[in-house]
């Protein structure tokens, strides 16, 4: 069974950082290893859809991101870990939410939460004003 936790989250100030972990683990049966599959950073705050802030494509390796954090976000991985990262700078507080990863069997990126197999619990990340 495929697991994915994430970690690294906290509460920071205004203009800090932060670097979140996704370890995936369990794909034994799943008919792919980790670096096959493309991965997602999404986030999300009550009441609101699951924001994509992040993805890598295992086909190309492109990554993509929205532009209310492109320039301060940066996502990589590290496939003899099965590990994701989310490097996040000059954080403020429209960036709070829970933060979750994916994996999306594909290998290529999207914004659509269905497309992703596999989904963390969340990390959150708290940047108070």
């Known amino acids: 069974q495929v697991r994915l936790v994430e970690s690294g989250g906290g509460l920071v100030q205004p203009g800090s950082s932060l670097k979140l972990s996704c370890e995936a683990s369990g794909f034994a049966t799943s008919g792919f290893s980790f670096r096959n599959y493309a991965i997602g950073w999404f986030r999300q705050t009550p009441g609101k859809e699951r924001e994509g802030v992040a993805c890598?494509?295992?086909?190309?390796?492109?990554?993509y991101y929205p532009e209310s954090v492109k320039g301060r976000f940066t996502i990589s991985r590290d496939n003899d870990k099965n590990a994701g990262y989310l490097q996040m700078s000059s954080l403020n507080p429209e960036d709070q939410g829970v933060y979750s990863c994916g994996i999306d069997s594909s290998a290529t990126c999207s914004w659509y939460v269905k497309r992703y197999d596999y989904w963390g619990k969340g990390t959150q990340v708290a940047v108070p004003a």
């Open positions: 890598l494509s295992s086909s190309d390796g492109n990554t």
